[in-house]
Each structure stands twice: as C-alpha cells, then as structure tokens.
C-alpha cells in the first residue's frame, strides 16, 4: 500500500516529477515523506496518569546548492502544498546552480525488523506491567516513597524521493521502558532512575520479569543516594564506570567530530585530521549498524546507508561524522550520519551508537591507583560548548575512592573539563567494555534523535569536580 | 496564510460532537496552527532559509473519571474520525482517576483586553538577509572576530482554539520575531563563542541589528584567554541572562504536581520563609506585548497575576485543575506553568552589587542543568569574570557553582536593574556562600 499517497490528489508520479523539476538544477536534496506513530503510558503516584497516543504525517522538501540550503515542510501532503514548498526554494536558491549528485549507495543489510511495537502489545497488557512495576517496588522496600513507570513506543515509516525517481525506503520500530524511585528515610529523599529499549518489541526487553531488573538498578540507586555526603570540590582523579558514562565520550569528543562544525572551522577539532589527539591506546567509533539498537539506522535520513566509522584510532584522529552537505563541500565521504528529528527539520551530522573500544586494565587497578577521587557510575544528562570545548555532565551515582578504596556515596555533582584536553588525560583505559542500556538522547539545534553510547571503565587523571565540599 | 478562528472552530466542535456520540461523557480539544520563516545568514551569505507550515490537534476524551488523550498533525477527517475512535477505546482500558476532570465552569476565561500579543507584519525573506547582514558587519568591526556560527532572524505566527464540552471556546492569534547573532572571536590561540538574542512580539520593538552585532562580538572578546581559579567560597554575581534560570527549578518546586507528588524541596513550605524580607516574585500573565502573556491557561481557565512570594514569603503554588483537587486547593491558571515569571526589583544599583565584597565572581554563562528539585542540591557549569574591588579584571572558565537552593534562595541580594527581555526575568543577584570548584 503506498502510505503517502493513498488520501490526497497527488499521486506518486506527480511527485517524482514536481521534485525532479525543483531540484534538477541543484546539487543536493529530496522529498522526505514521514508517517509515524507513537504511544505514551505512565504510571505515576500509584496511578495510570497517562495513556496518549499521536500520529504524524507530513513532509519535508530540501535544495541545497553550494552551502546554501533552502526547507519547506508541511503536514498537508497535497499537489498545492508540495508545488508551494517547491516555489519557496527556487525563490531562495534562484540565482544558485549546481549540478545534483545522484551518487547514493545501497544495502540490502535491515538492522531491525518491520514490527509495529505499539500494536504487537494490547494496551491493556502495557497498562498491567505498568502496575506490577508500582507494586514491586512499593513491597520491595518501605522507603520507597514515589514511582514513575512509563512506556514509550513508535513506528517510524520514512520514504526518500530523490531527483530523478529514485527511492529509499525505511521502517523503524524503537520502544523505551523508564522507571523512576524516590525514597525516604528520616525526611531525607532521594531519586534513582534506570530504563532500557531499543528497536525490537516491548516483549524482547521485557520477558522473563525482565522488568525487574530495570527497577532493582533504580531502586539501588535512590537507595545509594540517600546515604551519599556532599560531593568534594576541585580538580581530581575520576574513575568512570563502564557503559553509559560513555555519554562523556558523546558530549567532549563526539559532538566536536561532528561535519557541520568542522567545515564551520568552529570545533576545535577543526585543524587536527590526522593527528595526534589522545594517547594510542584510545580508539572511539561510531557504528549505527548494529541490530536492534537505539541509536542505529538500517539507512540515514538522506538514504545512505549507516557505517561502522572509526573517529579516533590509536590515539590519531581519522574521520567526522558526515552528512551529505558537509562532506560534500569538505571533499568527504558522507558516512551514513545525516538525521534529523522529523520531516519537520533539515537532516545535520549526528552520532548514532558512539563508543570506546577495549583496552587492557581492570576497573581494580584503577580504583586501587586513586589516593583520592571520584568513581562515577552513572550519570544525567551532559552538555558541551563546541567551540571552547567545554562540557559537563552530572553524576547520578557516585563514590568517594580514598587510598585506593571506595569509601562513601556522594551527591551528584557536576563534572567540568575540556573536550579536547580530556583524552590527553586518560591514563587507563577498561578491558570491561559496555553498550548503554539503551536510552539516551541527543539534542543539537533544538532537534532530538535517539543515540546510543559506550565505553570501557577509564580512569581520567585531572577533571573538575563541582562538590561543595572545600 | 495561518488558518483562521472559524477554521479551527469548526474542527474542534467536529471533534467534540464526534467523541460525545461515542461515548466519551467530556473531551477537551486544542487546535493549532503555525507558520514559521527563518533565515540564517553565516560569512555575508544566506546559509539556510526554511518555512515551517504545522497543524497540531490534541483531543482528550473522558469517560466518568477515565481519561485518555491522542494528537496528531494530521487532520484530515477520516483520519480525525479513526483517531477519535481509538482514543474512546484506550479511555475504556484506562484506570479510572478521581481526580480527572475538567475545570469548574466558572473559573473559565470570558472576555478578555486585548493583550497586543499579534503584530500583523509579515518580514520578507530579503528584510531579514538585510538585518542580519547587518548584524554580521557590526559584530566584524573587530579584527578579533574571525569566525561566525551564524546569525539567524525567525517569524512565527500562531493562531489557536481550545475548545470543551462544557461550552468553553476561545483563541488567539499571536507572533513572535526573533533574531540572533552567534559570533567566535580568536586571539592567542583561544577560540571564543558567544551570541546576542533578541525576541519581541511586535518586530518594531526588536533591538537593532548593529547592537546585535556588538553585543555579540563584545562579549565573545570578553570571553578570550580565559584562566582558571583556585576552588573557594565566594560570592557569586549572576548577570540577568543567567539569573533568571534560578527561577526555573523555584517553578518547579512551587508547581501542585510536585507539592501533590511529595516531590519538592519547598513541600512544607507554604506560607513560610523561603527567601529573605526583600524578595517579591510575580508571575503576571497580563503584561501587553509580553513574551510570556497569556489569557487563559491550557485548560482555558482565567489567568491572572499572582504573586507567589511576598516579603520572602511562598504564598502561592502554581495550580492546575488535577493537582489542585488534590491539593484541595482551586486552579489558579497555571496549567502549563508559569507566564511571565519575575524578581520584582531590589534597593541596589548594579555598581552597588559589584562593590559589595572585595573579590566577587561575575556568572554570565551557565552550563548543564544541575538543579535537584527534591534535594535542592545545585551545580552546574559555569563561566564568567573576577571582580575585584567592584572591577571586573579578567575572564574565568571551566568552573563549577554549587551549593543547596534552600540556602542560596535565602542569600539572594537583587539589583534594580530588571528589564523583560525574557519569558522569565530577573534583575542582576548575588548569592553569597556558594561553593566554586576550580583548580
């Protein structure tokens, strides 16, 4: 059945044609079609507080000449709204001409499969392990004070219209599970959060009681923190445990090897392709090709098909993350990293699955190395300037290492170092590799995507620690 | 062109007729639509320019105290008609809630005064090149500035209607022009970025381009060659763009849901000291031409100013109509938040702030969000200047702030410099006996 042109008068050749004469004269661009679905349920103060559901349908029509990009979007998909979008880019790219590029590789390769998540589980059956979270956690343990549970599932079908007819089609399934726990002790109270997803259906994560385990590591954490003491304050040791502390690796390198603000000469990464930029041992990918994972895509935004990219190898830098535009003006590669949020926005450089590969020491030896420090074993959100190369992040659970022991739980304190800088200052690196449980999101110029990140433990000898504790 | 009331009207009722024959005893309806035009200009050429046309439409449907909401962009009937249809089902599924209802008629909004929110001026994709190539030359005068991330100049015009079976129908249009110039000075191998903002609902009242300009590139030159300072207690000055995100976790912890939750660090709180004497904050929905301006909530009940702290005092939360029946308490119009949130102005002058200590620290770029709304706990990344006897003397970077907001809301000195530029608006504050991490 064809999705997009199934309720409207303009039919599918009508299209091709309307998009072969807007972008004949251009270097770059395509119709993105989108039809996606999506479902929110939580749980929240011991009751079902949510159950939505939302639809959207639209599309998003891009030139680009030169460096010069022009983007209408509509979710009326008709002959007037399409022709009118068509007009708007000529007017802005009319004294421009390009020659299109129709070069686009092919995969055969599906990195997930064609399952629509929210129907494959009644919402009834949803709402009912919504409720046995609520109840677990609330007999488990006394102190617990507070849950939140929630699903989130969507189904994601794209379409790639490209001068000249061609199209590259993509259907992607994603779910997340979330819970949250506050507990209480002596008027103290203290949150712990954990989640899990990916591209497969909700049972695939959830069977067996799976569930559960999620929240024991949420629980575990509230629990840990309301025992913790203020965080120290200054430059010290940090030990960063395996897995999702990688967002560290996402926010100091990764957004700064990202095209856009290579070509712009704003990263400070901008000048150092092919030099030396961490210490050999360190070697950081980008791989959206692994099945089933949140942050990976069978084909981008732009229809290339995603790639296993090594950024940084043995310590030299060797790739950015590209998208058409930029590698084309920076004579690149595109490397299959063009996403956007929606067919609302224009597609950018993004990461997908962004990780450090295995060295060889054991997270002992460096906690034993520390005389005084910090382990962090997770954390919230981070946030980095590109062009100073700060960034920061917040720990969510961590400890105090004193002569080479963990000692006490410590509030969550912000950490602060320097993109650039902090790779120079890894002085082990984990033989404990791990992905993230799957649930992290980038945001950059106000557009979210699903990502996935990861890493070795690693023991860094110099950051900031922004504790209150003098 | 942005679809008109009637427009709206008509799918709304549609909407509210069609749920009520399946058997939804109430439904809420919100239909919106949004034109948006943005240039981006970057090194004296246009770099993006894109149009954004958007319906979104939001239907909640009741069944007794079942609830259940869709939304979609997408409002072709037959898909409206499916929608509404699987909405009715999901609400028979859900869990009955006591607490779901519309709000009590007669808190609703009627006639309003027209708060000048529209301004009918359409700018042309050339006018705002012109502006921001403007904006560009200006922030280039200095040999320091060798680099732009771009300037970007966006219109948006909006119209809406919220609608129930209660009988509530209204809307408005609204318009919001904003423009930005983000700038990257260099000298001494250090690399700086740092923009000007401007954001008005009438285009007229937006800064000039030429002061975009040089403002962006004056605080980007300010920033360069930056040092580190040694870990201390210090007083800490936070310049107004950074001062008013200390409101934000404040909202966060006054709003029903977290008092209804247990989740705020404020719950027992209530009509009890959380600031010092002198401290006023507002939230004020009917300020004309106001970023945050507003006449009726999300829920379509009446909005009007509230102060929520009088003399340092919390006297009110921010209340919608599910958490307030919890609360047992009556919405306020605040479903959706705050409106136009403010520190009402303190005694001192600027140069008064900056001559109180010795050595001060002046915050004008926060970093990260590390605000624990149930702790209070507080740090975040910081930078800005070392002010010493009332002068600044030199840049400072990669430090944190920390400290606890239970204190820190109790060591806040406000200066009368208080201007709305923002949604939410502070004057300049200082808060003493926070925590800086450095070196």
Known sequence: MDTFFKHTDLNRNEAEQIVSETLNKCDDGELYLENSKSELLVLDDNKIKTTSYNTSLGYGLRAVTGDVTAYSHSNEISKHSLKESSNNLFSTLKSKKGTYNHSISRTNVKLYSDINPIEAKPLKA??????????????????????????????????????????????????????SVMVEKNGRKEMGTFGTGGRMSYDDYLKDENWKKICDEALKQAQVN?????????????????????????EAIGHGLEGDFNRKKTSAF????????????????DDGTIANRRGSLT?????????????????ILKNYIQDRLNARLMNMKSTGNGRRESFEHMPMPR?????????????????????????????????????????????TEAYQIENGKITFSVKGATLIGNGPDILTKVSMVGNDMKLDPGIGTCGKNGQTVPVGVGQPSMLIDQIIVGGTKL | MIKDKKFLEKIASNCIDKAKKLGATDCEVIVSNSISETANFRNKNIDESKRSDGIGIEISTYIQKKKSNISSSNINEGNLDSLITRCIEMTKVTPEDEYNSLPDKDLFATKHKDLELYDETSISNEKKIDYLKQAEESAFQDKRITNTEGSSF????????????????????SSIYSASCEII????????????????????????????????????????NPKKIKSEKIPIIFEKRVAKSLLDPFADAISASSFARGTSFLKDKLNKNIFSKDINIIDDPLISKALGSQIFDSEGVKSSKVTLVKEGSLENLLLDTYYGKILKMKSNGRSGGTTNLYFENGTKSFKELLNTHTKALYINELIGRGANIITGDY?????????????FSYPINEITIAGNLSEMFNNITLANDLEFSYVTNSPTLMIEGMVVAGK
């Not at chain 1, 997908?352 to 005389?371: A, L, P, Y």
Request: glycine content about 10%.
């Open chain 2, 379 to 391: 740090s975040v990344g910081a930078s800005g200047m070392l002010i010493e006897n009332g002068e």
């Open chain 2, 154 to 173: 966006t219109q948006v015009k909006d119209n809406f209607v919220l609608a129930n079976s209660l009988g509530f129908s209204m809307g408005y249009q």
């Open chain 1, 270 to 285: 901008h000048n150092l392709m092919n030099q030396k930029v961490a210490r050999e041992d360190i070697t950081i990918v």
């Open chain 1, 299 to 315: 084909i981008d935004d732009e229809g290339t098909p995603t790639s296993r990219t090594v950024l940084i190898e043995n310590g």
């Open chain 1, 226 to 250: 309301l025992d913790s003491k203020p965080a120290p304050a200054g430059e010290m040791k940090v030990v960063l445990g395996p897995g999702w502390p990688g967002i560290l690796l996402h």
């Open chain 1, 351 to 395: 990461m997908t699955n962004t990780f450090m590969v295995n060295g060889r020491h054991t997270q002992e030896e460096m906690i034993k190395s520390v005389d005084k420090g910090i382990f962090a074993v997770s954390f919230g959100g981070g946030q980095v300037d590109i062009t100073s190369g700060k960034f920061v992040f917040n720990c």
């Open chain 2, 185 to 224: 000075a260099k000298s001494n191998g250090s690399m700086e970025r740092d923009y000007e903002y401007t954001q008005k609902r009438f285009f007229s009242d937006l800064k000039p381009p030429g002061t975009l300009g040089n403002k962006a590139a004056e605080r980007a030159i300010k920033k360069l």
């Open chain 1, 126 to 179: 949803k709402i009912d392990i919504l409720k046995k979270v609520d109840e677990y956690l609330r007999k488990k343990e006394n102190k617990v004070k507070q849950v939140t549970a929630s699903f989130l599932g969507r189904h994601e079908e794209i379409e790639i219209l490209r001068c000249g007819g061609e199209t590259f089609k993509d259907i992607r399934p994603l779910i997340r599970f979330n819970v």
